[in-house]
């Protein structure tokens, strides 16, 4: 059984360029979350989704970042416009939903803006 | 807000030792807490779980400790071994600001073995 896949692995964009980051959860899981890591830190939420959904957003920036699970294909976190300090690890993790199980992590995409 | 904090950003242990690792958590609603692991340049992987209708829990070499009076949360490692090396997080499930599933994480510890 896959686990949550990440892609890419490392992404390297100069600032005003796009973003897009990917997440395929756990087969069988409807419910993703996306978090945002800086170096030394804990993971801080950034937006949980169902599928075609958004359910909790508050911790996404308001501007230049989006988020989405389409009814097909992997969930995308887009940074519109990158600037230096959105540069960090991401990563997205899927549960089953139900409330109190725990979350399955992906290897993260460790952005890099120059 | 209420938040979730460690107290020992560093612990460092020989090998074969036991290893306490604690967390203090503020928010009395919580009701699940879940501790990770997370090696260098990857993702946090599940190690044990608690719900708050128990103060302890036993899994392969680790146990959780949950104190509801003070808010309190530890992971102890048995006999450690150089691969539990790793940034360890306690998470709580607030039921809020993190989802349905609500997990707030806390900054980790960086538990380092020596040989």
């Known amino acids: 059984n896959a686990g949550v896949m990440q892609n890419p692995r490392h992404l390297v964009r100069r600032r005003g360029q796009e973003a897009r980051l990917r997440c395929s959860p756990v087969?069988?899981?409807?419910?993703v979350y996306w978090y945002r890591q800086l170096p030394e830190e804990g993971l801080k939420f950034m937006v949980y989704?169902?599928?075609?959904?958004?359910?909790?957003e508050s911790g996404m920036p308001k501007e230049r970042f989006s988020a989405e699970f389409p009814k097909e294909g992997p969930s995308i976190l887009r940074i519109q416009q990158v600037v230096r300090g959105d540069s960090a690890a991401y990563f997205c993790?899927?549960?089953?939903?139900?409330?109190?199980?725990?979350?399955?992590f992906g290897s993260g995409t460790q952005l890099s803006v120059l | 807000g209420e938040n979730v904090g460690l107290h020992l950003p560093t612990l460092s242990v020989q090998e074969g030792d036991n290893s306490i690792i604690n967390c203090a958590y503020s928010?009395?609603?919580?009701?699940?807490f879940i501790w990770y692991k997370q090696e260098s340049g990857k993702g946090p992987q599940f190690i044990i779980d608690?719900?708050?209708?128990?103060d302890k829990r036993q899994g392969q070499r680790v146990t959780v400790l949950l104190n509801k009076t003070v808010k309190h949360l530890s992971l102890q490692i048995a006999a450690t071994q150089p691969g539990d090396s790793a940034v360890y997080f306690c998470?709580?499930?607030?039921?809020?600001?993190?989802?349905?599933?609500?997990?707030?994480f806390g900054k980790g510890t960086h538990l380092i073995i020596q040989p």
């Open positions: 087969k069988g899981h409807s419910h």
């Open positions: 993790a899927s549960s089953s939903g139900d409330r109190g199980r725990k979350l399955f």
């Open positions: 989704l169902q599928k075609e959904n958004i359910i909790d």
């Open positions: 928010n009395s609603a919580s009701d699940y």
């Open positions: 998470a709580e499930n607030t039921g809020s600001g993190g989802g349905a599933d609500g997990l707030t």
């Open positions: 608690i719900r708050s209708n128990m």
